[in-house]
């Protein structure tokens, strides 16, 4: 379920599911380049727990300039190298942030690179969000097929 942040005024914080790692598995099945300028996971707080959190991903990055801590270094895609963008040739990229410790998490945020990557259509369109307390067993606690489109720069929030 997508619901734009100002829509949540007013409305219960949903309840928060807990975990050490949570991580975004695409799962588009398509092959190529993939381009996320920046993932948030939102506490009941609004904080933004993952920012500055250790990050990994299972794709080579296209370049150092496109490395994957950028996809949670809390900068807005001002540009196309505040974007994490992966090698050609990578199909459904994982992306794990560990929290070092359990956070609740109610939502989670995803934004699409800038224009000047040029790359918009390689935001991912389907995915699972996956939870874990040890990186061996993960439970999919939302999963999301065939988004609509992105346009460059939108930010997208979904309830968990």
Known sequence: MMLARK????????????????????????????????????????????QGKPVTTTAW???ASYDIPKIVDGVTADSHTNTYISASGQTNPIITVDFGGAKNIVRYQL?????????????TR???IQKS???VLWETVHTVTNDPAWTSLEERE???
């Open 133 to 135: 307390d040890d990186q």
């Open 111 to 123: 934004v699409a690179p800038h224009p000047a990557a040029s790359i918009p259509g390689n935001m």
């Open 61 to 63: 990055r296209l370049s």
């Open 7 to 50: 829509s949540l005024g007013g409305l219960p914080t949903p309840p928060a599911i807990s975990g050490r790692y949570f991580r975004l598995k695409c799962t588009d099945g398509r092959t190529g380049y993939y381009a996320i300028a920046e993932l948030r996971f939102i506490d009941a707080t609004e904080s933004n727990v993952a």
């Open 126 to 128: 389907s995915w699972d």
């Open 158 to 160: 979904y309830v968990l």
